[in-house]
């Protein structure tokens, strides 16, 4: 009965199948934190190129960091920045749809961040989005109270949005008068 040998005793394969996989783990593991390294070295040279005024070149760093690290919040939130500075220099609603697209995701993995809620408005707000974009500055303010950059987007936004009122309102009073006129 007793005699001291594990039931399931390993072979010399089954040791040998453990080592590739502790091997092949830590090869992942190496593989993973090289890439983030590189991540975080492509998005300091994105910050340091939109320091410079490179927004182009920034943004393209950006990109490149993110296919690597794709889940990283801080740099969606950067490629949204340099996003949001190429549309200002541009006029480019692509680059406010993408800018608009990183906030989002940004705000997905963080909600409570808000940066992600400030750059959803700005680039709401750029896309004529201004009841959405009002609500994204709302949530930017209530995360974080106080902040001038957030309270000058209400203020845009707020703004944009009589700046729409007044247009509607004098293009019902033209239509108004048109059927007027047809009256006559």
């Known amino acids: 009965g007793g005699g001291g040998e ?3 005793a390993k072979t010399g394969e089954d040791k040998k199948v453990e080592e590739e996989k502790a091997e092949e783990e830590s090869g992942e593991a190496a593989a993973a934190r090289k890439a983030e390294e590189e991540a975080l070295a492509l998005k300091e040279e994105g910050n ?3 320091a410079a005024g490179d927004v182009l070149g920034a943004e393209k760093r950006f990109s490149s960091a993110l296919a690597l690290a794709p889940d990283n919040a801080a740099m969606l939130l950067n490629r949204s920045l340099a996003r949001l500075k190429l549309a200002e220099t541009q006029g480019n609603n692509t680059a406010l749809s993408g ?4 906030a989002r995701d940004a705000a997905r993995l963080h909600s409570d961040n808000p940066k992600a809620h400030f750059r959803m408005g700005k680039a709401l707000l750029g896309l004529g989005q201004l009841s959405e974009a009002l609500a994204a500055a709302k949530k930017a303010a209530q995360l974080q109270p106080g902040d ?3 309270s000058g987007l209400l203020s845009d936004v707020k703004s944009a949005l009589q700046r729409r009122k007044a247009e509607l309102q004098a293009e019902e009073a033209k239509r108004r008068a048109a059927d007027v006129d047809e009256l006559d």
């Open 99 to 102: 800018a608009l697209s990183d």
């Open 148 to 150: 001038a950059g957030i």
């Open 48 to 50: 340091r190129l939109l």
């Open 6 to 8: 594990p039931l399931h």
